[in-house]
Protein backbone atom coordinates (compact mmCIF):
# COMPACT_ATOMS: atom_id res chain seq x y z
CA UNK A 1 0.00 0.00 0.00
CA UNK A 2 0.87 4.10 -0.90
CA UNK A 3 -0.77 6.20 1.88
CA UNK A 4 0.09 9.56 3.47
CA UNK A 5 -1.12 9.79 7.09
CA UNK A 6 -2.56 13.31 7.81
CA UNK A 7 -3.92 14.38 11.28
CA UNK A 8 -2.61 16.19 14.08
CA UNK A 9 0.05 15.62 16.22
CA UNK A 10 -1.53 12.72 19.19
CA UNK A 11 -3.73 11.54 16.33
CA UNK A 12 -2.55 8.66 16.05
CA UNK A 13 -0.91 8.42 13.10
CA UNK A 14 2.40 6.78 14.26
CA UNK A 15 0.40 4.30 16.04
CA UNK A 16 -1.66 3.36 12.79
CA UNK A 17 1.58 3.40 10.77
CA UNK A 18 2.91 0.73 12.84
CA UNK A 19 -0.13 -1.69 12.11
CA UNK A 20 -0.35 -1.12 8.76
CA UNK A 21 3.25 -2.13 8.53
CA UNK A 22 2.29 -4.98 9.93
CA UNK A 23 0.02 -6.10 6.88
CA UNK A 24 1.84 -6.17 3.79
CA UNK A 25 5.68 -5.20 4.56
CA UNK A 26 5.43 -1.71 3.88
CA UNK A 27 7.33 0.72 5.64
CA UNK A 28 6.76 3.70 7.74
CA UNK A 29 8.47 6.68 6.48
CA UNK A 30 9.04 10.45 8.48
CA UNK A 31 10.82 13.13 7.70
CA UNK A 32 12.17 13.39 10.96
CA UNK A 33 13.67 9.71 10.55
CA UNK A 34 15.04 10.74 7.48
CA UNK A 35 16.91 13.80 8.56
CA UNK A 36 17.99 12.33 11.13
CA UNK A 37 19.63 9.57 9.18
CA UNK A 38 21.34 11.77 6.45
CA UNK A 39 22.58 13.80 8.99
CA UNK A 40 24.22 10.20 10.50
CA UNK A 41 25.50 9.29 7.31
CA UNK A 42 27.49 12.93 6.53
CA UNK A 43 25.91 12.79 3.11
CA UNK A 44 25.45 15.94 1.13
CA UNK A 45 21.81 16.48 2.02
CA UNK A 46 22.63 15.63 5.67
CA UNK A 47 25.11 18.19 5.75
CA UNK A 48 22.85 20.35 4.11
CA UNK A 49 19.62 20.22 6.52
CA UNK A 50 21.90 20.38 9.53
CA UNK A 51 22.87 23.60 8.87
CA UNK A 52 19.56 24.88 8.87
CA UNK A 53 18.71 23.06 12.24
CA UNK A 54 21.63 24.24 14.16
CA UNK A 55 20.99 27.19 13.69
CA UNK A 56 17.10 26.75 14.58
CA UNK A 57 15.75 27.23 11.13
CA UNK A 58 13.39 25.32 8.96
CA UNK A 59 14.90 22.60 6.64
CA UNK A 60 14.16 24.29 3.01
CA UNK A 61 11.55 21.75 1.11
CA UNK A 62 14.00 21.46 -2.05
CA UNK A 63 16.43 19.94 1.02
CA UNK A 64 13.62 17.58 2.06
CA UNK A 65 12.12 16.63 -1.28
CA UNK A 66 15.73 15.35 -2.08
CA UNK A 67 15.90 13.00 0.93
CA UNK A 68 12.34 12.29 0.02
CA UNK A 69 13.30 10.87 -3.45
CA UNK A 70 15.84 9.13 -2.35
CA UNK A 71 14.55 7.21 0.03
CA UNK A 72 11.26 6.39 -2.02
CA UNK A 73 13.69 4.23 -4.35
CA UNK A 74 14.89 2.63 -1.34
CA UNK A 75 14.63 -1.27 -2.02
CA UNK A 76 12.23 -1.54 1.17
CA UNK A 77 10.37 1.07 -0.36
CA UNK A 78 9.53 -1.18 -3.27
CA UNK A 79 6.53 -3.17 -1.12
CA UNK A 80 4.89 0.08 -0.36
CA UNK A 81 5.30 2.86 2.26
CA UNK A 82 3.30 5.13 4.50
CA UNK A 83 4.53 8.51 4.82
CA UNK A 84 3.49 9.76 8.30
CA UNK A 85 3.60 13.41 8.58
CA UNK A 86 4.98 14.72 5.31
CA UNK A 87 3.94 16.39 3.06
CA UNK A 88 3.17 19.64 5.90
CA UNK A 89 2.09 22.12 3.92
CA UNK A 90 0.62 22.45 0.14
CA UNK A 91 3.87 23.10 -1.17
CA UNK A 92 5.18 20.07 -0.26
CA UNK A 93 2.03 18.52 -1.34
CA UNK A 94 2.75 19.77 -4.82
CA UNK A 95 6.06 18.99 -5.43
CA UNK A 96 5.32 15.37 -3.80
CA UNK A 97 3.09 15.28 -6.63
CA UNK A 98 5.34 15.98 -8.77
CA UNK A 99 8.17 13.58 -7.20
CA UNK A 100 5.63 10.85 -7.55
CA UNK A 101 4.43 11.36 -11.03
CA UNK A 102 8.61 11.33 -11.95
CA UNK A 103 8.94 8.15 -10.10
CA UNK A 104 5.74 6.42 -11.75
CA UNK A 105 4.12 6.37 -8.45
CA UNK A 106 0.15 5.86 -7.68
CA UNK A 107 -0.95 6.34 -4.39
CA UNK A 108 -3.91 4.66 -3.02
CA UNK A 109 -5.17 6.97 -0.54
CA UNK A 110 -4.37 9.91 2.35
CA UNK A 111 -5.76 9.44 5.14
CA UNK A 112 -6.75 11.81 7.89
CA UNK A 113 -7.02 10.86 11.17
CA UNK A 114 -9.44 13.49 13.21
CA UNK A 115 -9.39 13.39 16.63
CA UNK A 116 -11.19 15.66 19.22
CA UNK A 117 -8.84 18.30 20.87
CA UNK A 118 -9.50 17.66 24.08
CA UNK A 119 -8.59 13.72 23.57
CA UNK A 120 -5.13 15.16 21.70
CA UNK A 121 -4.02 17.22 24.44
CA UNK A 122 -4.83 14.24 26.99
CA UNK A 123 -3.25 11.99 25.28
CA UNK A 124 0.12 13.74 24.60
CA UNK A 125 0.69 15.16 28.07
CA UNK A 126 0.36 11.86 29.54
CA UNK A 127 2.48 10.76 27.16
CA UNK A 128 6.45 9.82 28.10
CA UNK A 129 9.18 9.09 25.80
CA UNK A 130 12.49 6.90 26.67
CA UNK A 131 15.46 9.37 26.91
CA UNK A 132 18.04 7.54 24.96
CA UNK A 133 18.03 8.38 21.47
CA UNK A 134 18.88 5.01 20.17
CA UNK A 135 15.60 3.46 22.01
CA UNK A 136 12.68 6.46 22.53
CA UNK A 137 10.21 3.88 22.93
CA UNK A 138 6.90 5.89 23.66
CA UNK A 139 4.99 5.09 27.29
CA UNK A 140 1.41 6.87 28.52
CA UNK A 141 1.27 7.59 32.55
CA UNK A 142 -2.48 6.72 31.99
CA UNK A 143 -2.66 3.84 29.60
CA UNK A 144 1.03 2.08 29.56
CA UNK A 145 2.85 2.84 31.86
CA UNK A 146 6.80 1.80 32.25
CA UNK A 147 6.76 -1.38 35.00
CA UNK A 148 8.97 0.54 36.94
CA UNK A 149 8.05 4.24 37.06
CA UNK A 150 10.37 6.83 35.17
CA UNK A 151 12.22 3.55 33.58
CA UNK A 152 11.89 2.28 30.23
CA UNK A 153 11.06 -1.25 29.48
CA UNK A 154 13.39 -2.04 27.01
CA UNK A 155 16.98 -0.27 27.68
CA UNK A 156 16.64 1.42 31.14
CA UNK A 157 17.12 4.74 30.47
CA UNK A 158 15.32 7.58 32.14
CA UNK A 159 11.69 7.78 30.55
CA UNK A 160 10.83 11.67 30.19
CA UNK A 161 8.15 14.30 29.16
CA UNK A 162 9.55 16.30 26.19
CA UNK A 163 9.42 19.60 26.12
CA UNK A 164 6.98 19.69 23.04
CA UNK A 165 4.64 17.53 25.31
CA UNK A 166 3.30 20.32 27.72
CA UNK A 167 -0.02 21.45 27.79
CA UNK A 168 1.42 25.43 26.28
CA UNK A 169 3.55 23.66 23.66
CA UNK A 170 0.90 21.27 22.68
CA UNK A 171 -1.54 24.34 22.07
CA UNK A 172 0.96 26.06 19.96
CA UNK A 173 1.60 23.18 17.98
CA UNK A 174 -2.08 22.16 17.08
CA UNK A 175 -2.11 26.31 16.19
CA UNK A 176 0.69 25.53 14.00
CA UNK A 177 -0.78 22.27 12.50
CA UNK A 178 -4.43 24.09 11.96
CA UNK A 179 -2.83 26.65 10.00
CA UNK A 180 -0.34 25.03 7.93
CA UNK A 181 -0.94 21.35 7.39
CA UNK A 182 -5.18 21.06 7.93
CA UNK A 183 -5.46 22.75 4.56
CA UNK A 184 -3.66 19.55 3.41
CA UNK A 185 -7.02 17.59 3.75
CA UNK A 186 -9.28 20.14 1.10
CA UNK A 187 -6.29 19.65 -1.02
CA UNK A 188 -6.21 15.97 -1.18
CA UNK A 189 -10.38 16.30 -0.82
CA UNK A 190 -10.52 17.76 -4.54
CA UNK A 191 -7.98 15.37 -5.52
CA UNK A 192 -10.18 12.60 -4.90
CA UNK A 193 -8.04 11.26 -2.61
CA UNK A 194 -9.02 11.73 0.57
CA UNK A 195 -9.98 9.37 3.23
CA UNK A 196 -11.12 11.30 6.48
CA UNK A 197 -11.80 8.78 9.84
CA UNK A 198 -13.42 10.02 12.77
CA UNK A 199 -12.32 7.65 15.60
CA UNK A 200 -10.24 7.24 18.56
CA UNK A 201 -9.33 3.79 17.95
CA UNK A 202 -6.21 2.68 15.66
CA UNK A 203 -8.06 -0.50 14.69
CA UNK A 204 -10.95 1.11 13.80
CA UNK A 205 -8.90 3.66 11.16
CA UNK A 206 -6.64 0.56 10.17
CA UNK A 207 -10.50 -1.18 9.37
CA UNK A 208 -11.22 1.82 7.46
CA UNK A 209 -7.64 2.23 5.23
CA UNK A 210 -8.00 -1.55 4.58
CA UNK A 211 -11.69 -1.52 3.25
CA UNK A 212 -10.49 1.34 1.58
CA UNK A 213 -7.69 -0.04 -0.36
CA UNK A 214 -9.78 -3.40 -0.68
CA UNK A 215 -7.50 -5.52 1.76
Known amino acids: MRLILL ?4 AGKGTVAKMLTG ?17 RAGSDLGKAAKQHMDSG ?6 VIMGMMEKRLQQPDAAKGFLLDGFPRTIPQAEALDQLLAKLGI ?3 AVVNIDVPRDVILDRLTTRRTCSNPECQE ?10 QEGVCDKCG ?3 IQRDDETEEAISKRLETY ?7 AGYYEKKGDLLTVS ?4 DEVVDAIKKRIGM
Do not use: C, F, W
Not at 7 to 10: K, M, S
Not at 138 to 147: A, E, W
Not at 178 to 184: D, F, G, M, V
Open 7 to 10: GAPG
Open 23 to 39: LDGSVQISTGDILRGEV
Open 57 to 62: GLVPDE
Open 106 to 108: QLD
Open 138 to 147: IYNVKTRPPK
Open 157 to 159: SPV
Open 178 to 184: NEKTAPL
Open 199 to 202: STSS
